[in-house]
Structures are given as structure tokens and as C-alpha cells.
């Protein structure tokens, strides 16, 4: 349940909608306490990662850059390099 979440902002391709929500649902998981809510609160729960997934669509929408956009398999790559070195050759990152 504690798994990181990355940044969206300024990729190229863009964010999609799949990785916002995706982002919020960590993000209330990790609020919660919880992986699966329980039944009595499935409805609380389901309308806060819709809430969060709006507030961060907004967000990066909204967001204004100078910066290039960063390059998703270059990104990979530097996160795979800083895992290797970190924890061996052998770790690898999920994303």
C-alpha cells in the first residue's frame, strides 16, 4: 500500500486520466489508512478518489511551465539507475 506517488505534471505524452486516478486512489489509500474500505464506507471512499482525481485534473490543467516537458522513458530509465545503485543491480522500479 505505500507505494509512491510520482509526479504527473509536464510529461510528454501528457497524463492520462488512467494516472490521475490512479494517483488518487493512492493518495486516499493512503489517507484512509486503508487498501479496501469497508462495506458502510465503499461509497465515502469511491467519492473521495473521484474528488481527488478532479482536484489533481484541475491542477495540471492549471499548472504553467517553462520547462520542456520531461521524456517518460528517460524518467524510467534515471528512476531504474537510482533503484540499481540503492539497492544493487538486481532491484528494479515499477511504473
Not at 530509465?77 to 511504473?95: L, W
Amino acid at each position: 500500500m505505500c507505494r509512491n506517488i510520482r509526479a504527473l505534471h509536464n510529461f510528454e505524452p501528457p497524463v492520462t486520466d488512467d494516472e490521475i486516478e490512479a494517483a488518487a486512489l493512492q493518495y486516499v489509500r493512503k489517507v484512509s489508512g486503508t487498501r479496501r474500505p469497508a462495506a458502510v464506507n465503499e461509497e465515502a471512499f469511491g467519492e473521495a478518489v473521484s474528488a481527488v482525481a478532479a482536484a489533481t485534473r484541475t491542477l495540471l490543467d492549471n499548472l504553467v511551465t517553462k520547462a520542456p516537458p520531461r521524456d517518460r522513458e528517460v524518467e524510467a530509465a534515471k528512476a531504474k539507475a537510482r533503484a540499481a545503485e540503492r539497492y544493487g543491480p538486481r532491484a528494479s522500479v515499477s511504473g
